[in-house]
């Protein structure tokens, strides 16, 4: 059974939080890793700061090949980047142990993670190479996907919770009821996991009911 695993790590456990030195206002969210032979590439959004103090931030970084804008919306910039596979941390971690990035935002104050295993092994694989090579992580929730009545699309626990939330505060409202800072503050998480969770369960929901033929 898929299982889902949450935890937090330090701002400079991940090769992207090296961008909060300098540039401590800035907020790094993942989209998607896509591991390669020798590199792995991560696709992330970046709001806080601009393109190209960005840029010039994550050109420094010993680890990166090369970095490009990929696109922007307003003030938030899509990022991506070639990362040298042998550079270890929690970058490295989750391509040698193929796990899904859910979720994954930054700020200066550490990062939390929402990742997605096809077995339970999977996940016990990732905690296992944390461990051996000293990559601190702190494992906050483990559970398995929840299908959307019988029909095979999935929610995690956090993103079905959120919207759930979110809809009975009358987030969705016009006019809203509740922001998202209530919301967070409610369920213990940052306003940045909570706008992720809400935005990837939008979309899970949208796939497995709109676009469905």
């Not at 990732?126 to 929610?155: K, M, S, W």
């Amino acid at each position: 059974m898929a299982t889902v695993m949450e935890f937090t790590s330090p701002s400079a456990e991940f090769p992207l939080g090296s961008v909060f030195e300098q540039l401590s206002d800035v907020t790094v969210e993942l989209e998607r890793l896509i591991p390669h032979e020798t590199l792995v590439i991560p696709y992330f959004w970046v709001r806080g700061a601009a393109v190209e103090d960005i840029e010039a931030e994550f050109d420094a970084h010993a680890g990166v090949d090369a970095i490009k804008l990929i696109d922007s919306v307003e003030d938030e910039y899509l990022m991506r980047a070639e990362w040298d596979r042998e550079y270890v941390g929690i970058l490295s971690a989750l391509a040698e142990t193929n796990l899904v990035v859910l979720t994954g935002v930054g700020t200066n104050d550490g990062w939390e993670f929402e990742v997605r295993g096809e077995r339970r092994e999977d996940i016990s694989g990732f905690r296992d190479y944390c461990q051996e090579n000293d990559i601190p992580i702190d494992i906050t929730a483990v559970h398995a996907l929840l299908p959307i009545q019988g029909e095979g699309y999935e929610l995690t626990d956090t993103q079905r919770e959120a919207l759930v939330m979110a809809y009975e505060r009358g987030y969705f409202n016009s006019p809203r009821e509740a922001s998202l800072e209530d919301i967070a503050e409610e369920l213990g998480i940052t306003q940045q996991s909570l706008s992720s969770r809400l935005r990837r369960g939008h979309r899970r929901l949208i796939a497995a009911t709109l676009m469905r033929q």
